[in-house]
T-cell receptor, first 111, second 111 residues
Framework: NAGVTQTPKFQVLKTGQSMTLQCAQD?????MYWYRQDPGMGLRLIYY???????DKGEVPNGYNVSRLNKREFSLRLESAAPSQTSVYFC??????????FGPGTRLLVL | GDSVTQMEGPVTLSEEAFLTINCTYT??????LFWYVQYPGEGLQLLLK?????DKGSNKGFEATYRKETTSFHLEKGSVQVSDSAVYFC??????????FGKGTSLLVTP
């Protein structure tokens, strides 16, 4: 039982490049989330998916797109990376509004 | 909107000292409250939670009581260990969507 997995662990991009962050969970949870963590800012919600086939914007969605591929997988895409998107990205899942389970994170540096 | 405020860090304590990390919240409804812990280089893990007023969450020697009258959910531990060094996040769960996190409090425990 791996829980929530994320790939890649680290990534360096140049400004303007695109990439997709992958997330998968094996707990059969309905809800999945993408957060970013920046120093002194805590975690901020980018997008979430309450159930398969639905996605909604969170607090900081600009510059990102998401796809809920199936119940297990929820990907985050940066179409044209900017230095302001340098951050640590966390995926999480939950069965309801209660306990969320987090992945190990993806550290992204945009030059 | 709903929000969480937690004490600024970093907090530095000697081993076996008493720990308190303050957390207060603002919410229109009756949220669930959480403490998450993040060890260096890892994702967030649920430490404890409380779902209604006067509930006490506890885990690994940590405790927090949901106080509706003071809108607080302070984290305490009677005797900290070096292995407790981490960043601690207070969070509020509302409306069935994502969690609202505080900015985090870094704890360093020295031998």
């Amino acid at each position: 039982n791996a829980g929530v997995t994320q790939t890649p662990k680290f990534q360096v991009l140049k400004t303007g490049q695109s990439m997709t962050l992958q997330c998968a969970q094996d707990m059969n949870h309905n809800s999945m989330y993408w957060y970013r963590q920046d120093p002194g800012m805590g975690l901020r919600l980018i997008y979430y998916s309450a159930s398969e086939g639905t996605t909604d914007k969170g607090e900081v969605p600009n510059g990102y797109n998401v796809s809920r591929l199936n119940k297990r997988e929820f990907s985050l895409r940066l179409e044209s990376a900017a230095p302001s998107q340098t951050s640590v990205y966390f995926c999480a899942s939950s069965e309801s509004s209660e306990t969320q389970y987090f992945g190990p994170g993806t550290r992204l540096l945009v030059l | 909107g709903d929000s969480v405020t937690q004490m600024e860090g970093p907090v530095t304590l000697s081993e076996e000292a008493f720990l308190t990390i303050n957390c207060t919240y603002t919410a229109t409804g009756y949220p669930s409250l959480f403490w998450y812990v993040q060890y260096p280089g890892e994702g967030l893990q649920l430490l404890l939670k409380a779902t209604k007023a006067d509930d006490k969450g506890s885990n690994k020697g940590f405790e927090a009581t949901y106080r509706k009258e003071t809108t607080s959910f302070h984290l305490e531990k009677g005797s900290v260990q070096v292995s407790d060094s981490a960043v601690y996040f207070c969070a509020l769960g509302d409306s069935g969507y994502a969690l609202n996190f505080g900015k985090g409090t870094s704890l360093l425990v020295t031998p």
